[in-house]
């Protein structure tokens, strides 16, 4: 079987991967066209041959999924698919009513028309760089055209260990970091008033 590996691409200012990739749709495995940036254009990154390494790089997982459809069909799927059917599922219980009323509600006002086609790979890769950094960009968008201020609290870890170690108020608190730069914004806002 050969190899998927894209043409690249220069698109305002950007160096972009544009290549086609198989997720699962409800029952079916469909192919849809991808288009990911690799790095902006700029001093380091002025030619296609100096990005090709970064391309290959990110078209691993999806040439792994593609040779062993069986094993990696099921590791790729939407953000709204993992938050309906995990996420919300799993805080049941462990948080107020309210507070997962309130999560329920920003996330179809706000997180859920924006984000929701996201996909997300349940596999050893750095796609949580990209979740990560796209999810800042996304957030950091929507702040902007709404003037809203939003925290970002997302923790990219490898192992359920990792997750409670970084989460833990006794270890590195990070959702406590993520709440005390939320809280810090909305000072800082109220200090300056809306303008």
């Known amino acids: 079987m050969t190899t998927i590996k894209g043409s690249i691409t220069r698109h305002r200012g950007w160096w972009c991967l544009r290549y086609r ?4 749709e409800g029952a079916a495995l469909v192919w849809v066209l991808r288009s990911k940036r690799i790095a902006r254009v700029d001093s380091l990154h002025k030619t296609k041959r100096s990005v090709e390494r970064l391309a290959e790089s990110m078209m691993e997982p999806v040439n792994a999924a593609r040779k062993n459809p069986n094993e990696s069909s099921g590791a790729i799927f939407r953000l709204g698919e993992f938050v309906e059917t995990k996420y919300f599922p799993a805080i049941e219980g462990k948080r ?4 997962i009323d309130g999560y329920k509600k920003t996330w179809n006002r706000y ?3 924006r984000c929701a086609n996201w996909l997300m790979h349940d596999r050893e890769t750095h796609h949580f760089e990209i979740v990560a950094n796209e ?10 055209h709404q003037q809203l201020c939003i925290g970002n609290g997302i923790l ?7 997750a409670l170690e970084r989460a833990s108020r006794d270890q590195l608190d990070k959702g406590g970091d993520a709440a005390r730069a939320c809280l810090a914004l909305i000072n800082a806002r109220a200090r300056l008033g809306s303008r």
């Open 111 to 113: 997180l859920n028309p």
């Open 156 to 162: 990219t870890v490898e192992t359920e260990q990792q």
């Open 96 to 99: 107020e009513a309210s507070t």
């Open 21 to 24: 990739e198989r997720i699962r």
């Open 135 to 144: 999810s800042a960009r996304g957030l950091m968008e929507l702040g902007l």
